[in-house]
């Protein structure tokens, strides 16, 4: 298992930010494609944004030039920048990195299964 641990959620009302965290160990950043992910109750775990070990990011369509994914290698940190939230963006989010280093990138984000997980999750709840 991956030690992910995941940070920063919190409630907040439509239109709100917030700023979520991941740190993981330093080999994971120098090596693998990482992504954030949600799952929202009922529902199945799917892609929000991925960042390769190029920096080179991806995001899922619904949350394209809302959200922003990166990272900081010196602080073995993942960032996910969330703006004008949605109730519908209410999840548990979860980092996570590639099953294999694939020279550093990513598989589509929509591709879930291609990613391991080892977090516990942080809960973002938007109220309208």
């Known amino acids: 298992q991956v030690q992910l641990v995941e940070s920063g959620g919190d409630s907040v009302e439509t239109g709100g930010s917030l700023r979520l965290s991941c740190a993981a160990p330093?080999?994971?950043?120098?090596?693998?494609?990482m992504g954030w992910f949600r799952q929202a109750p009922g529902k199945e775990r799917e892609g929000v944004a991925t960042?390769?070990?190029?920096?080179?990011?991806n995001y899922e369509d619904t949350v394209e030039g809302r959200f922003s994914i990166s990272k900081d290698n010196t602080k073995n940190t993942l960032f996910l920048e969330m703006n004008s939230l949605k109730p519908e963006d209410s999840a548990m989010y979860y980092c996570?990195?590639?099953?294999?280093?694939?020279?550093?990138?990513?598989?589509?984000?929509?591709?879930?299964?291609?990613?391991?997980?080892g977090g516990q999750g942080t809960q973002v709840t938007v109220s309208s």
């Open positions: 996570a990195r590639r099953l294999r280093v694939a020279d550093g990138f990513c598989a589509p984000v929509d591709r879930v299964t291609d990613y391991i997980f």
């Open positions: 330093a080999y994971i950043f120098s090596d693998y494609c």
């Open positions: 960042i390769d070990r190029y920096g080179r990011t």
